[in-house]
């Protein structure tokens, strides 16, 4: 079975970045349909960028313009870049399927950004 795991969250103060990383344990997926998510304290799972069945980018109004979904189809990782940081991004980020029935969860990662 297929399990994910996110890295490279942190504390970042606003204005700043970070680049997460998920890759998978388990046997090789595609990277389409692939995507990232995050979950706020008190609020639902949301979606935030993600790659489609047919590799073009899906991207919420929050992150356009300020986050970047990216893969290595090498190294089999998904990558969400993302710049100048606001403390509403303050979530758990995970990465999943986009389509489809979804991956069990993992731990995600944490990122805080302070104000």
């Known amino acids: 079975q297929v399990h994910v795991v996110e890295s490279g969250g942190g504390l970042v103060q606003a204005g700043g970045s970070l680049r997460l990383s998920c890759a998978p344990s388990g046997r090789i997926f595609s990277l389409n349909a692939m995507g990232w998510f995050r979950q706020a304290p008190g609020k639902q799972r949301e979606v935030v960028a993600a790659?489609?069945?047919?590799?073009?980018?899906y991207y919420t109004d929050s992150a356009k313009g300020r986050f970047t979904i990216s893969r290595d189809n090498t190294k089999n990782t998904l990558y969400l870049q993302m710049n100048s940081l606001k403390p509403e991004d303050t979530a758990v980020y995970y990465c999943?399927?986009?389509?489809?029935?979804?991956?069990?969860w993992g731990q995600g990662t944490q990122v805080t950004v302070s104000s």
């Open positions: 790659f489609t069945s047919v590799g073009s980018t």
């Open positions: 999943n399927r986009f389509s489809g029935p979804p991956f069990p």
